[in-house]
Structures are given as C-alpha cells and as structure tokens.
C-alpha cells in the first residue's frame, strides 16, 4: 500500500478516482504547521529560526497520518505545485517524522514528492513515474516570505497600537496595496478640472445615403489637440462658421484590420475577468477556480504562464472543426509569449482538462462554478481561433467659411467574427455612407460640447490587480488574500463598485508613508520579490535576504519609537446626549453612573472607523453608529422597493458591521427581525444586466 497525501478533501477524492486499491489517498485539511500566534515565532538571535507549531486544530489530522504512513511502504507527497505547495509537503515531511519512519520498524521504504499542473489520469500516472525530491529551495522562498510578513506585522502593528489606536495591524504587502489606494484617493481630492470643448457636424450625403456625424480635427491648416478649443465663445465662433460653410468628401480610406484574441488566462487576468465580466471578488473567483481544479475540470489555477500543451491545442482544433467549421479553427497553433516579469512557477496557462467538457454539461456545487467555467473555457478556446476580421473606413470632409476647417469621420464593421464568436469583447459597429472623394455634403446641424478632464478613476478589484502585477507587488495567489485583508481590516471600504480609504485607512497610510517610507515603498516590495525569487532560484541563501532587511528596520524602529509623538485623535463635539439610563437599567450595562447621564456625545476614532461615545467615560460606556459627522446613528438607505418576501416592509441597503464580511453591503426588509429577507444582490439592478466595464 502506498500512502498519497494532499491538501484537500475533495481533490484526494477526485485523485482517488484514478488510481487503484493499492493506494490510499488521504487529505492533511490545509496546513499542518504554522508559526504561532501569541507571539513573533522567530528567532531573530538564532538565524531567524522559525519555531513552528502544529495548531490544535491539525493535531488529531498529523496523527491519523502518521498512522497510515506506518502502514505502508511509501509515501507520496502530491501537494500544489507551486512555493506553498512545496512546503506543506515539507511540513509534512517534517510533522510526520517521515525520515525517522524509514529509520524504526515500520513499513515505509520511501518518501516520493509528485507535483502535476492538472488532477486528470494522464496526469496523474506521468507524476507517479517521474518522483522527486522535495525542492527545498521553493520552500526555502516560501519560508522567507512568511518570517519577512511576520517580522513587519509583529512589530509594525504595535507601534501603531501605540502611535495611533489600539488594534490596528500593518503587513507587508497589504500597507502597500493600501497605499497605492490612498494616494490614488490624494490625486483625486488635489485633482483640478480642466474645461475644453469639441465641435461636431452632422452631415448628410446629396446621394440619399444616411447622414454620419463628423468631428473637427483641424482649423486654418492648425490641428486640433484634445484641449485645442478651451472656451465656449472659441467653440461657438467656430460653430458659426461652420453652420455657413460648405462641405465635400476630400478623402475615403479603407483598409482591413485584423483584432487577435486574448492569451488563456493566467491568475491575475482571470481575477481581473471574474470582477468584469461576474462581478465575482478576487477572493471568490479564487475560490471558485479551486474548486473547478479539484474537481479535475480545470489546470492548476496559480500560474504567471500563458503556455499550453501541444494536446491542449490539438483538442481545441478538433472541437473547433467539429462544431463550428473549418473556418474557425486555425491551420497551426497559437502560442503565446508571458510578458509578466512574474512568469517562474507554472508551465501552463488556465484552460479546462477537456475542451470537450462544455460548460453546460458539468455538474456543480453552484450556479457561479459554471459561469466561472464558462469564462476559463471559453477564453481558451477563443485563443485557438482565427482573428477577427473588421473593415474600417476613415472619411475626411473639408468645410470652406471664413477658415478652412477639416473634419473626420471613423466607422467599422465585422466582416468576419472569428474568435469573437466565442469570446465577446465590447467592439462598436459603425457604418459610414458609401461616398467618393469631392462628394458634395449638406449641412444638418453643427454640435459644440463642453467637457471637462476627469480625474483618475478609484481603483476597481481588476484594476487594483492589475496595478500589483505592473508593479511587481506580491505574487497573483497572494492578490486575493491581500484585497480581503484591506477589506476586513476597515482600511478601504467599496463605494460603487470601487475602494475607497476610510479614514483610519488614510491615517495608517500617512504614519507608515511618513515614517517607514521603505516598507511601504511600490519598488521597495517589488525588489523584495525578486530576492525571494533568488531564493527559490537557490542563488541565494534565504537568511541572508532577511538579515539584510532586518538589521536596518529594526534600527529604524527604535529609533520611531522615541522620535514619533502619539497621533492626538481629539473628540469632535455633536448635540446628541447620551442617552444610558445608568447601571441599574440592565444588567449587562459596564456603566458606573446612578440614574441617567444626559452628558453630550462625542465622536472618537477606533480601527473600525468612527464612533459616537459618551464624554463621561470611563463611567459611562454608552456607545452609538456613526453615519457623518452630524452625530446621528446611521440610517438604512431606502431602495424604492417592497419587500418580495413579506411585501409589507421596504429592501433597504445595510452595511455588515462585524465578521469578515464586515463593510459589504447587502439589502434586506426593513422589518428585520420580523422579517428575514436578505440578499448580496443590488435588487435596483435590471435583471441580467450585464457588468460595466472597468
């Protein structure tokens, strides 16, 4: 008998399915050691020992392991495989005595690591035959990165207990996803509108033809940049002139364009794809692809790589003529060049193990599996198929008044649909009238706009995403871990659809970009990936990379920790009086006071953001939510809408105010607790609209 080992319940089961009765497949339920949570865990005397414990939780799973490794003759280790994967083999390698079995009277013969991008028979049967070792330079990274995020939140978070508020936490990455959301906030509040205005004609061929709307480009022979006409009068001279003109065809150029298909997805694009296109968090999508991995449906879903198999390909060529001609498969396959600076740990894009397992045909745990296999599947396909074809046409019209004018007119049309016919991407249609040069064109009506510049939009899921890749902070597998966190801690919050910083958010970024401007600095973190790579790589030993770090922000620390003066967080006045009636109305009251209090409120400043507390603490503990500086408790936002489950009460909007979904709005009756209705979904949405872009 052979024991094989894995991370999950469920993929062991779905191992299990290929393998015979000699082996035994069992699940370790995730990690099976950690470092512990009372205290650093480190050994920063000692060479940065970790002191890894097995948490209570996984002490009953080690020993049931450990009694059926000495059972058998081999142990398989099958976990991810990627850094993390290969140090839980590692961990259990090292929890389960492996090396000492062999060496007492037991049965085991051999420890043997496997590692495999998809959980399919084929591959499966390929990792048994070709065993190896345990890579102990992966899990020397892995091992780095984890006392690296241990050393700054252990000891970055009590200064800021200290400096700011109780409670609060710093981490490595996560400060720095935090900061790229606050100063993208600072941008936005110093950000100064510009005016410019644009001047359009809609003109109207002699022939019959439809009338086409043209766009001024030029004026006197000058072109005209975006901010060529700054005021109205400018744009309304103009137009004036131009109402009086006359107008012909000067030029018509036509020409073919050819729009390729996306590459299959890696983590990062899909993460980006499930906030577009599902409006799934980075975190659920995740989680979804985990289960579609475990499940044998998809290939391993933390990858950097845009490769795929040559039997990939050929299986996607056969579908392709199979179901939808000749036409749409390609003579050749396509491959695509990983252009993340990232790409070390995989061998292959995101794809599903069998093209010919449509999305409507597998069964799943939940609706938002399918959608999600809908998207991988149909993303990989698209990427075997031929270009799109579109014909593009560009008219330019010359106006003759006082000046002369040049205006331009852009309109496209498919002609072929190639891979757009699976994937579909937002490419607008528009078709010109069919004119010749010196065509004469009759004025119907000339449009001037006022527009002003925008500032930059708030991060979204996807583009917070995908500025952590374009900046080299963390790794993909580590971007949905890093947005929850931000999230659960209070420090951003979601206004439409987007993170905002709350303000105990912007306060931790502002003490930690003032005072450990190297922790929080984008290059900073994104070198620290690199050395971690050197690590993995074996160029470099992995202590070394930590001392060299942690000499000089220790250093730093202390010397913080004289110089910095506590943030004075001074109570805001409000007209609201407390309300408690004193120690003896409850008998859960904290309150020490006889009688009512009827002392005013005050607004305070906790990690969950602000608060209204009485002003006679500590005697009275009496405390209110917050919706504004005004002072009053925070009011459920009306929708317009009945309640669909009682129809008596009204769908408010509601914020979570504890757990970790803490901060997500959600709607419900307004007759709670009488009424139990609740939803994540907006109901204000029209049904089956599909998502903005972002």
């Not at 978070?157 to 700011?164: A, E, G, R």
């Not at 790579?533 to 922000?553: C, L, M, R, T």
């Not at 409000?574 to 004193?582: A, H, K, L, S």
């Not at 925070?634 to 803490?662: I, S």
Request: with cysteine.
């Amino acid at each position: 008998m052979k024991l094989v080992i894995v991370e999950s319940p469920t993929k062991a089961k779905t191992i299990g399915k290929f393998l015979g009765s000699e082996y035994n497949v069992q699940s370790s339920y995730g990690h099976i050691r950690d470092l512990p949570k009372s205290k650093l865990g480190i050994d920063v005397e000692n060479n940065f020992a970790p002191q890894y414990i097995i948490p209570t939780k996984a002490k009953k799973v080690v020993s049931a392991l450990k009694k059926e490794a000495h059972k058998c003759e081999a142990v398989i280790l099958a976990t991810d495989e990627d850094r993390e994967g290969e140090a839980i083999a590692w961990h259990l390698a090292q929890a389960l005595e492996l090396d000492g079995l062999k060496n007492k009277k037991s049965k085991i013969e051999s420890v043997e690591r496997i590692v495999f991008h998809e959980i399919t028979k084929r591959a499966i049967d390929e990792a048994l035959s070709k065993p190896r070792p345990i890579d102990l330079n992966l899990v020397d990274a892995q091992q780095a990165r984890r006392v690296l995020d241990r050393i700054v939140g252990y000891k970055l978070s009590p200064f800021l207990w200290k400096k700011v508020a109780g409670g609060l936490s710093a981490g490595r990455v996560q400060s720095v996803a935090l900061r790229l959301i606050v100063d993208r906030e600072n941008e936005i509040t110093a950000f100064k509108p510009e005016e410019y205005w644009t001047v359009a004609a809609l003109l109207k061929p002699k022939n019959g033809e439809a009338s086409f709307e043209a766009n001024l480009a030029a004026v006197g022979g000058e072109p005209l940049g975006k901010f060529g006409i700054k005021t109205g009068e400018e744009a309304n001279e103009i137009a004036d002139d131009l109402r009086a003109a006359s107008y012909s065809v000067t030029s018509v150029e036509e020409k073919s364009l050819h729009k390729n298909p996306p590459p299959p997805f890696t983590t990062s694009t899909l993460q980006q794809e499930g906030v577009k296109r599902l409006r799934y968090s980075s975190k659920r999508t995740m989680m979804l692809a985990q289960r579609l991995y475990e499940n044998g449906l998809i290939t391993y879903m933390r990858t950097d790589s845009t490769n795929l198999s040559a039997e990939s390909t050929v299986a996607a060529s056969a579908w392709l003529k199979e179901n939808l001609g000749e036409r749409y498969a390609l003579p050749s396959a396509r491959n695509f060049k990983t252009k993340s600076k990232l790409a070390q740990e995989a061998h292959e894009a995101i794809r599903p193990t069998d093209v010919r397992i449509t999305p409507e045909s597998i069964s799943v745990k939940e609706e938002a599996e399918r959608k999600l296999y809908q998207l991988i599947w149909s993303r990989f396909v698209a990427s075997q198929m031929p270009t799109a074809e579109v014909a593009a046409t560009i008219l330019t019209v010359a106006g003759k008044g006082k000046k002369d004018y040049v205006l331009r007119a852009a309109g496209q049309t498919i002609t072929f649909d190639g891979f757009l016919k699976i994937w579909a991407q937002k490419l607008e249609e528009r078709e010109l009238p069919k004119v010749k040069e010196s065509d004469p064109l009759d004025l119907d009506s000339i449009v001037p706009a006022q527009h002003f510049t925008e500032p930059p939009p708030r991060y979204s899921e996807a583009t917070l995403v995908k500025a952590l890749e374009e900046f080299g902070v963390g790794r993909p597998s580590t971007y949905a871990p890093i947005i929850s966190v931000i999230q659960y801690r209070n420090y951003v919050e979601k206004e439409a659809r987007r993170f905002k910083p709350t303000e105990i958010g912007m306060l931790v970024s502002k003490v930690l970009t003032e005072h450990f401007p190297e922790v929080v600095d984008v290059g900073f973190t994104a070198e620290m990936e690199d050395e971690l790579d050197d690590v993995a790589a074996g160029n470099v030993k992995w202590q070394s990379v930590i001392q060299e770090f942690y000499d000089p922000f220790a250093k730093h620390l202390e010397e913080k920790y004289e110089e910095v003066k506590k943030e004075k967080l001074i109570p805001e006045t409000t007209n609201v009086t407390c309300d408690c009636e004193g120690k003896d109305s409850s008998e859960k009251s904290k309150c020490l006071h006889e009688g009512p209090c009827g002392k005013p409120m005050v607004i305070k400043m906790s990690r969950f953001g602000k608060f209204m507390a009485c002003s006679g603490f500590p005697d009275c503990r009496n405390t209110k939510k917050l919706a504004g500086a005004g002072g009053t408790p925070e009011p459920p936002k009306l929708t317009g809408l009945k309640c669909p489950k009682c129809t008596e009460g009204d769908v408010v909007e509601r914020r979570v105010h504890r757990g970790r979904a803490r901060g997500k709005i959600f709607w419900g009756c307004s007759r709670y607790p009488a009424c139990d209705y609740a939803t994540w979904e907006n109901p204000v949405s029209p049904p089956g609209e599909p998502p903005k872009s972002d």
